[in-house]
């Protein structure tokens, strides 16, 4: 549609310009010419709005950046074919710029050559592609160098601070006849420098993603949410990171709810009006723990992606109980009958619970097993030496559960 669009417009160019070239042939009496300058400004107004308008990112970066890690981006010109922009193939450059510095830029301020750092390999020239008709720039070897962090404030970590890439570049039109100067900026990136600072980096982008107001200054969000707008980012964030149709439901949603709010509640509705705070999601540690309720999830999501997405998605794993939850659902079950949930007191652990003498209402609850003991033995293997161990909550026999895995 931009295309032709483009093509339209430029049409209109050409007959204004044919019209003023007869109009200097052949004097037409009253204000012809004069109209005819008004419509070529106009005319060319308006192609400068579509060539700015239509400079778009194809290829976001990694919205958490690592220095000294490679990564790619795809910026593309919607009207380029039309345009034969491609005749005087354009260089556009990548540079990375702080959150104050995009504010000015979209303030037409001057931040001329100013940037957060430096990125290798970040000019580009522009490739037409015959067969899709295409005019776009492939960044395939960035790599940011080093980083220039602003002053933080109070609180603030270098995990919430925000930067973004900026691509720019100049395209000429109709044989040099219209120059055209073009930005565009990318998602706002956050960089790390070491692995362990990613699911910090994680929620700045995940909170940045699902709660900013179209049309905001870079790159403001709120500082309160309501729970429920948190549950469908969490749960779409679960379901992308685990790959699995099977998302979080009411229950886990409650038990999440009890976990954050430390709460005993156990009905959805009770929540549906209470806020939730930027601090209370990854800044403040849970009740009693070492660890925030984010780092808490996301530890949940990286064990179900790296070893249990199978069991996960055959229901075998209950996960969101907590002990007394466990207790309380085995008490009535045979003996031998287990479940398999989240560890409390250890990120992305997975702990066993079961009843083991229905005279005595006996229940263990094992050590948890974590990403480290995964990567060693599988969870199936694991739980196939446990002979004692005979039904998978609410009965289901655990060898006609787990045995293809074993």
Known sequence: RCEKLAEIIWQNRQQIRR????????????????????????ITDIISALVTSTFIIEKQPPQVLKTQTKFEATVRLLVGGKLNVHMNPPQVKATIISEQQAKALLKNESTRNESSGEILNNCCVMEYHQATGTLSAHFRNM????????????????????????????FSVGGNELVFQVKTLSLPVVVIVHGSQDNNATATVLWDNAFAE????????PDKVQWPQLCEALNMKFKA?????????????????????????????????????????????LPGRNYTFWQWF???????????????NDGAILGFVNKQQAHDLLINKPDGTFLLRFSDSEIGGITIAWKFDSSERMFWNL????TRDFSIRSLADRLGDLSYLIYVFPDRPKDEVFSKYY
Request: glycine letters at 4%.
């Open 19 to 42: 019209a003023e070239h007869l109009c200097q042939q052949l004097p037409i009496p009253g204000p012809v010419e004069e109209m005819l300058s008004e419509l070529n400004g106009t």
């Open 143 to 170: 790599s940011l160098k080093r980083i220039k962090r602003s002053d933080r404030r109070g609180a603030e970590s270098v995990t919430e601070e925000k930067f973004t890439i900026l691509f720019e570049s100049q």
């Open 214 to 221: 179209p049309g905001r200054v870079p790159f403001a969000v």
């Open 241 to 285: 990171e685990v790959q699995s149709s099977r998302g979080l439901t009411k229950e886990n949603l409650v038990f999440l709810a009890q976990k954050l709010f430390n709460s005993t509640s156990s009905h959805l509705e009770d929540y549906s009006s209470t806020t939730v705070s930027w601090s209370q999601f990854n800044r403040e540690n």
């Open 298 to 312: 996301d530890g949940v999501m990286e064990v179900l992606k790296k070893h249990l997405k199978p069991h996960w």
């Open 367 to 370: 050590m948890p097993f974590t």
